[in-house]
């Protein structure tokens, strides 16, 4: 069972940065394809952006590409995603999401991934 959890969530103003974290417990997830997801309030769940185990393969939602980045120490276990020039949209629950391998096939399904984060708030102020 992997278990994990997101930190770096917070309070900015637009066009601050910030850099969420995804750390696991249970088992290292190394192997797994990574991906954070959002959601706003009466809105669905929706992609932000995805990484592959090894880091070859990276996506993002067309709304976050140029601003966000996300990465993996292979390592040392995080995923990161680091956000840039953020917007008053991007305020969201932000979680992070692992999948396995077989699973991961587009990247931006939510049914794709296994296993969830509880989510950090992220409240971008205009």
């Known amino acids: 069972q992997v278990q994990l959890v997101e930190s770096g969530g917070g309070l900015v103003q637009a066009g601050a940065s910030l850099r969420l974290s995804c750390a696991a417990s249970?088992?290292?997830?190394?192997?797994?394809?990574m991906g954070w997801f959002r959601q706003a309030p009466g809105k669905e769940r929706e992609f932000v952006a995805a990484?592959?185990?090894?880091?070859?393969?990276?996506y993002y939602a067309d709304s976050v590409k140029g601003r966000f980045t996300i990465s993996r120490d292979i390592a040392k276990n995080p995923v990161y995603l680091q956000m840039n020039s953020l917007k008053p949209e991007d305020t969201a629950v932000y979680y992070c999401?692992?999948?396995?391998?077989?699973?991961?096939?587009?990247?931006?399904?939510?049914?794709?991934?296994?296993?969830w984060g509880q989510g950090t708030q992220v409240t971008v102020s205009s």
């Open positions: 990484i592959s185990w090894s880091g070859g393969r990276i």
């Open positions: 999401a692992a999948a396995f391998i077989s699973r991961w096939v587009t990247a931006r399904n939510a049914y794709e991934y296994d296993y």
């Open positions: 249970g088992q290292t997830i190394s192997s797994y394809a």
